[in-house]
């Protein structure tokens, strides 16, 4: 018998007579690609009851309707039990279900421990009542259920809490995939206006057909359009028109999704008759989208003119650029690519030359919000940064402000080989503290030559924008990356002229294991380099040295050092050990390393 047919058997004799084939039925269907792990742990009686729970889920469920349920079967009147919190939804079927439910999970940090994602053909009664139940296909009424099981959550109060979360991400799931064919349909008006455009503003008309380009790649599966809006400029402000909001623009006003009024002061990009001012503005908003990815949405005004070519409003969508938009080579994107264009000319680089090739590569591997962002001027100056650099050992930071004076985009650039996961997350804790904002991104780059790259983009308040430069951030880098071999070079320095302490650091730099390094300051280790030195010039054999390096033992007796150096012979403790002790030492720790030249052993420490 299998784990669905035993809790099948186990239902027939819980439910009663009249229902009893709907509910197998339902289960045979809800547990259809349950994973053995699943059942594991767990009897077919408690599974019964867990399907028997979610079967009562859907019969209270109606269609058109968000249905969500957070229970913690320990606490709640549940007929099983578990050390579990479970989300239970049902919502007609359709796209980002799933994923808007993991992201919401897992940026809460808390663990996922089962999940079931069946999508059911239901057929209701005319009072909703589930009167059939059979797998999807196309044309069917399909309802989409998951259970998700994760971490107990402490108290009811927090689980209600999450139900309403998931609950609110669910129906912007509803709105925007509801809306989705009205918005494409907008942005079909938008390409539209913007030929009408053009014929009014001739002068405009290669700024403009590059937009329309834009918006047509943007519809075909490069972006997932999540709202819609459009408004109107009155008294230097630019109002929403509450009837043309769709997808979670709907809903703007309750979740701050956009502002009601944007005075147009603060929008360098709307300043009326500055002819320099784009009509596509692209940015990203500050709520963060609760649908398929937790990050901040992606922001695309479109400028309405008047015939003088003075700003009238906007038609404003919101989404999120898809994984296919952020494969594609930039260089063929529209905007991008006449961004890139832009850039060679003003840098007169030759075709097939290598600065040429090289600009191309950099261009295609920046990140596309910097590039859809921040002028053509501003990304020829980040290229030349990163081409001067290709072969040097340099730390060098560049940094644009965004234009509504929200955060900074940073660019590092430093070493590939002092690049590390610790390294960049202590540069990003550095950086949010320094501004005193969040992290929205990062993106990283082992790129050409010996460079590693990393482009962070920082929310900060206007006042710490200006507080810090570019130099105080390299400086701050230069020290987190500072290996042991550069600490020590920099003791050296201290009383050697820069090509022995060079030589020096390089020679001891290798000469020390990593154990010896992650044990010994570089002050020490000078001290320890020195004593070698002497033995090799002097070919002495053994060596000794003390010193107090302040501290106690777990007695609270102050501690001395006693490094022994031996070339050529080997410590044996037996021998030495009573010596020390016949002395009235009492020894605590022991920890030799050896030192190797040229992978020849030179000493012992």
């Known amino acids: 018998m299998t784990a669905v047919e035993a809790v099948s058997a186990v239902l027939r004799g819980r439910v009663p007579a009249g229902e009893s084939e709907l509910v197998v039925r339902f289960t045979e269907l809800y547990l259809a690609k349950a994973s053995p792990e699943f059942f594991e742990g767990r009897s077919p009686e408690t599974t019964a009851a867990l399907v028997l729970s979610a079967f009562r889920h859907l019969q209270h469920s109606r269609p058109g309707r968000v249905d969500v349920e957070v229970v913690r079967p320990d606490h709640d009147v549940e007929p099983w039990d578990a050390p579990v919190t479970v989300i239970r939804t049902n919502v007609t079927e359709r796209p980002f279900v799933v994923d808007s439910i993991r992201e919401y999970v897992t940026g809460r940090a808390i663990a996922i421990e089962r999940f079931l994602h069946p999508v059911l053909r239901v057929v209701r009664s005319g009072d909703g009542q589930v009167v059939e139940l059979g797998p999807a296909?196309?044309?069917?009424?399909?309802?989409?259920?998951?259970?998700?099981?994760?971490?107990?959550?402490?108290?009811?109060?927090?689980?209600?809490?999450?139900?309403?979360?998931?609950?609110?991400?669910?129906?912007?799931?509803?709105?925007?995939?509801?809306?989705?064919?009205?918005?494409?349909?907008?942005?079909?008006?938008?390409?539209?206006?913007?030929?009408?455009?053009?014929?009014?503003?001739?002068?405009?008309?290669?700024?403009?057909?590059?937009?329309?380009?834009?918006?047509?790649?943007?519809?075909?599966?490069?972006?997932?359009?999540?709202?819609?809006?459009?408004?109107?400029?009155?008294?230097?402000?630019?109002?929403?028109?509450?009837?043309?909001?769709?997808?979670?623009?709907?809903?703007?006003?309750?979740?701050?999704?956009?502002?009601?009024?944007?005075?147009?002061?603060?929008?360098?990009?709307?300043?009326?008759?500055?002819?320099?001012?784009?009509?596509?503005?692209?940015?990203?908003?500050?709520?963060?989208?609760?649908?398929?990815?937790?990050?901040?949405?992606?922001?695309?005004?479109?400028?309405?003119?008047?015939?003088?070519?003075?700003?009238?409003?906007?038609?404003?969508?919101?989404?999120?650029?898809?994984?296919?938009?952020?494969?594609?080579?930039?260089?063929?994107?529209?905007?991008?690519?006449?961004?890139?264009?832009?850039?060679?000319?003003?840098?007169?680089?030759?075709?097939?030359?290598?600065?040429?090739?090289?600009?191309?590569?950099?261009?295609?591997?920046?990140?596309?919000?910097?590039?859809?962002?921040?002028?053509?001027?501003?990304?020829?100056?980040?290229?030349?940064?990163?081409?001067?650099?290709?072969?040097?050992?340099?730390?060098?930071?560049?940094?644009?402000?965004?234009?509504?004076?929200?955060?900074?985009?940073?660019?590092?650039?430093?070493?590939?080989?002092?690049?590390?996961?610790?390294?960049?997350?202590?540069?990003?804790?550095?950086?949010?503290?320094?501004?005193?904002?969040?992290?929205?991104?990062?993106?990283?780059?082992?790129?050409?030559?010996?460079?590693?790259?990393?482009?962070?983009?920082?929310?900060?308040?206007?006042?710490?924008l200006g507080a810090i430069a570019p130099e105080q951030i390299e400086q701050t880098v230069r020290h987190m990356i500072r290996t042991w071999g550069d600490r020590l070079e920099s003791r050296l320095l201290e009383d050697r002229p820069a090509d022995e302490a060079r030589r020096l650091a390089e020679r001891w730099g290798a000469a020390f294991s990593d154990e010896y390094q992650a044990a010994t300051p570089p002050e020490e280790a000078v001290a320890d380099m020195e004593v070698i030195q002497r033995m090799e010039a002097d070919d002495a054999p053994v060596a000794l040295r003390l010193s107090n390096p302040g501290g106690t033992d777990a007695a609270g007796e102050r501690i001395t050092r006693l490094n022994v150096y031996l070339r050529g012979e080997r410590l044996v403790l037996s021998d030495f050990m009573p010596i020390l002790e016949n002395l009235g030492l009492r020894v605590i720790a022991m920890s030799p390393f050896d030192v190797k030249d040229a992978g020849e052993a030179a000493a012992t420490i």
Not at 188 to 210: G, M
């Open 137 to 464: 296909s196309a044309g069917d009424p399909r309802e989409s259920l998951v259970h998700c099981e994760v971490a107990e959550v402490g108290d009811a109060a927090a689980a209600r809490e999450m139900g309403e979360d998931i609950r609110d991400a669910l129906e912007d799931v509803v709105l925007s995939t509801d809306d989705f064919g009205a918005m494409v349909n907008a942005l079909n008006e938008t390409v539209a206006y913007l030929e009408e455009t053009a014929r009014r503003l001739p002068d405009r008309r290669a700024e403009i057909a590059e937009i329309q380009d834009f918006l047509r790649w943007l519809r075909q599966a490069s972006f997932i359009f999540l709202g819609y809006e459009t408004y109107d400029a009155r008294d230097g402000e630019l109002v929403p028109d509450p009837s043309s909001g769709l997808g979670v623009l709907r809903r703007q006003r309750e979740r701050g999704y956009a502002e009601p009024a944007i005075p147009a002061a603060g929008r360098p990009d709307l300043h009326d008759g500055d002819a320099s001012s784009p009509v596509l503005v692209l940015s990203k908003t500050e709520a963060v989208s609760v649908v398929h990815r937790r990050v901040p949405m992606d922001y695309m005004s479109v400028k309405k003119l008047d015939a003088e070519g003075r700003l009238a409003g906007e038609r404003r969508f919101v989404g999120l650029f898809t994984s296919r938009a952020y494969a594609e080579d930039a260089e063929r994107i529209p905007l991008l690519r006449q961004k890139l264009r832009a850039i060679i000319e003003q840098a007169g680089w030759l075709p097939e030359s290598h600065d040429y090739k090289e600009s191309i590569s950099i261009f295609n591997s920046m990140p596309k919000e910097e590039l859809f962002v921040a002028p053509a001027a501003e990304i020829g100056k980040q290229i030349d940064a990163i081409l001067t650099r290709y072969h040097t050992q340099e730390v060098k930071v560049t940094m644009r402000r965004d234009p509504l004076e929200r955060g900074v985009s940073i660019m590092v650039i430093m070493p590939k080989d002092r690049y590390s996961g610790r390294a960049r997350r202590a540069l990003q804790k550095e950086l949010v503290r320094q501004f005193e904002g969040a992290l929205l991104n990062y993106h990283l780059v082992m790129g050409g030559g010996d460079q590693a790259r990393l482009h962070f983009y920082i929310t900060a308040m206007p006042e710490r």
